[in-house]
């Protein structure tokens, strides 16, 4: 009984909102996720061949945190963090180019049409707040980095072949002044240069 009855709840929702609106919502909802992965996937620091050191656990002491580290040379070192750039800007232009679509449509309901727009808006002023961290942070000295907003949360990744606990405190400092975001939910990675 139970499962007819979900059933005729799902049709009635289905038949209300149309299919379309619900392929253009379920559509916005996996472009999330392939956002989040591709953030998770290429700044994480857990894989040893990612040539990623997680500098900071900011829940550990220095004396804990696991480290990670490969040998780049200085050419290797620009192609990465460009190709992190890029990464992250495709992934924003296709997210808004869904959410553009959905915020256009003729078929969408105004309820999806609203959320569209708040996550267009939203999308945007992440972009802003990652320029702005990138910005201070290469005013503190660091040679290069990136940073990638994904919710509440935050991943820098910054050159260094060893951060001290200061420069830790600034990235910190810079992420909560521009983006409001706590230390809690910042990943810091430290990507290594050894010329050889």
């Given at each position: 009984m139970k499962w007819e009855t979900i059933r005729e709840k799902c049709s009635a929702i289905v038949h209300k909102a149309g299919k379309k609106t619900i392929v253009t919502v379920c559509t916005v909802t996996v472009l999330g996720c392939m956002v989040i992965l591709n953030v998770i996937l290429f700044s994480g620091g857990t894989q040893t061949d990612s040539g990623m050191k997680l500098a900071v656990d900011l829940s550990a002491t220095p004396s804990e945190t696991d480290t990670v580290s490969t040998e780049l040379h200085a050419g290797e070192m620009n192609d990465y963090f460009q190709?992190?750039?890029l990464n992250r800007q495709q992934a924003r232009?296709?997210?808004?180019?869904?959410?553009?679509?959905?915020?256009?449509?003729?078929?969408?309901?105004?309820?999806?049409k609203e959320a569209a727009l708040q996550d267009i808006n939203k999308l945007a002023a992440d972009m802003e707040k990652?320029?702005?961290i990138e910005t201070m942070i290469?005013?503190?000295?660091?040679?290069?980095c990136i940073a990638v907003i994904s919710n509440e949360n935050c991943n820098v990744i910054v050159e260094s072949d060893c951060l001290e606990p200061g420069e830790v405190a600034q990235i910190t400092e810079i992420v909560y002044e521009q983006a409001g975001i706590h230390p809690t939910n910042l990943k810091i990675v430290e990507k290594n240069l050894h010329e050889t």
């Open positions: 190709s992190m750039a232009d296709e997210a808004m180019e869904v959410l553009l679509s959905v915020a256009e449509s003729s078929t969408a309901l105004a309820e999806t990652e320029t702005n290469l005013a503190k000295g660091f040679s290069q």
